[in-house]
């Protein structure tokens, strides 16, 4: 009996392996070797700007394609944290040859930025279940094709333009060059992605091709540029080199604090190293402070924790956000900037992280930088208030109205290039992807799935075997 009970026992954990293999490795057992390779034999594209992207694919399949059953194009915006996202287009078949057309949405509700590359994937199912896949060799580039847009490369970065002179991108570029050194060391980044920022001519044509905020701040022109680091590029809308290296240093900074255990900077240190970063110098924050700024109207950083809505604020926020991460990296030097982002990437608080670099707390130096402006020192704050200067509020898709842009003063006919603000960068949100019911994300593996539902399963009945062997009552023989 004692033998019949282990038999029973140990055939199960053989049912459970057999389980687990076939759902690791279901294609080696249903089809091994069977797949045939798709080849892309033409693919045209056609962008209907600020709506949709149609693409026209045809595959060979390999082998005569009766049996295809269902074909499938995915497609991803390529980045740091995009998805893919797919359809089921309708296709048609002649011998070898499987035809599909297909569409990415960017409108409405599917908003990408101007610059964004899809890679593109087409699937073939057969009746017999077999699936064979190919990817596109070249990936699709969402621009405007009306405009005749040019590219000129810098260092780690490509500018993507139209309606300016060479000369004067090429200007930008020996500018911004020469501050790469500068946000590496600050930021803690030794290499980098190959970033895009496409620039217009200015704001007003820049403008419909921003992320949708607002009517208000469309029809007003509100915006110079939005920087969205989950597709590695900047969008901005003037020539201006400042504006341009304060979006750059969000990507940097991006790349340096990526971890999700961090989850988002407070706007007062994402802002301020951006500010900072524009010349390496905290004089153009601090003379802006000295000059319009009362030492009463200085703002807590625990208030700073996302981008004031109040004009007025907003005045105040970038100076100081940018003379007070300057004053930290001017006085405890680059490396420690660099050293205290890097603890934050690896998922400590910011207050902790902030403490254990600078060897005192953030209240404490915020106050030891506002004695440099005559501003009293803040009272000691709560501990519920301390941790909220950490930052958990995301100011992701948060606009900066555009200080001191008029947009009457361009021609509605022609458009000119928009002088920099003397006060205030650009709007820097983080746009996620939208897909449209025509659209759907990739799901994880269902065999992936069972395979760790099995895996559980298998350990729960290997402990419950080794405990009952143990506690099963010896026979009389082995006594």
Do not use: C
């Not at 190293?273 to 807590?300: H, Q, W």
């Amino acid at each position: 009996m004692k033998s019949l009970v282990i038999l029973r026992k140990y055939s199960i954990v053989a049912l459970v392996a057999i389980l687990v293999s076939i759902a690791l490795f279901p294609t080696q057992t249903a089809s091994a070797g069977a797949s045939r390779a798709l080849t892309i034999m033409q693919q045209s594209v056609e962008i209907d700007y600020g709506n949709k992207i149609t693409i026209t694919t045809k595959v060979d399949s390999g082998s005569d394609s009766d049996d295809v059953t269902a074909a499938r194009a995915l497609f991803r915006p390529r980045g740091g944290s995009t998805i893919w996202a797919y359809s089921y287009p309708d296709f048609s078949v002649d011998g070898n040859e499987v035809s599909l057309v297909f569409e990415i949405p960017t409108g409405p509700g599917s908003y990408y930025p101007p610059g964004a590359e899809f890679d593109i994937e087409i699937e073939v199912t057969r009746a017999n279940g077999e699936v064979s896949s190919v990817k596109s060799p070249e990936p699709v580039e969402y621009l405007d094709n009306a405009n005749d847009w040019q590219r000129v490369e810098g260092d780690g970065y490509t500018v993507v333009y139209y309606g300016v002179s060479r000369s004067e991108v090429v200007n930008l570029v020996e500018i911004t060059n020469s501050r790469i050194p500068s946000l590496k060391k600050v930021l803690g980044v030794d290499s980098t992605p190959d970033f895009k920022a496409v620039v217009f001519p200015s704001i007003k044509a820049a403008t419909p091709s921003f992320p949708p905020v607002s009517q208000t701040a469309t029809d007003q022109f509100l915006f110079a540029g939005f920087a969205q680091p989950q597709y590695r590029l900047f969008v901005q809308g003037q020539m201006n080199p400042t504006t341009f290296i304060h979006e750059l240093a969000h990507l940097y900074t991006h790349e340096a604090v990526q971890s999700p255990l961090t989850g988002d900077l407070p706007s007062w240190l994402n802002e301020g190293l951006a500010r900072f970063l524009e010349t390496g110098s905290t004089n153009s924050s601090n003379a802006r402070l000295r000059s319009s700024v009362r030492p009463d109207e200085f703002l807590p950083l625990r208030n700073m924790i996302s981008i004031p809505g109040q004009r007025s604020d907003v005045f105040i926020f970038y100076p100081q956000a940018g003379a007070f991460v300057g004053y930290l990296i001017e006085e405890y030097g680059a490396e420690s900037m660099a050293s205290f982002l890097a603890l934050m990437d690896g998922g400590i608080s910011l207050n902790v992280s902030f403490e254990q670099n600078f060897g005192k707390s953030l209240y404490k130096a915020e106050n030891e930088w506002r004695e440099n402006f005559d501003a009293a020192p803040l009272v000691l704050p709560t501990a519920t208030s301390l941790t909220s200067i950490s930052g958990s509020e995301s100011n992701d898709g948060t606009p900066i109205p555009l200080v001191g842009f008029d947009p009457a003063a361009e021609p509605a006919d022609q458009p000119e290039p928009t002088a920099a603000p003397q006060s205030l960068p650009t709007v820097t949100p983080e746009i996620p992807t939208t897909l449209t019911d025509k659209t759907t994300p990739t799901e994880p593996d269902p065999n992936i799935l069972v395979a760790g539902i099995v895996i559980g399963f298998s350990i729960i009945v290997g402990v419950w075997l080794f405990t009952s062997r143990r506690k099963m009552p010896k026979s009389g023989r082995d006594a």
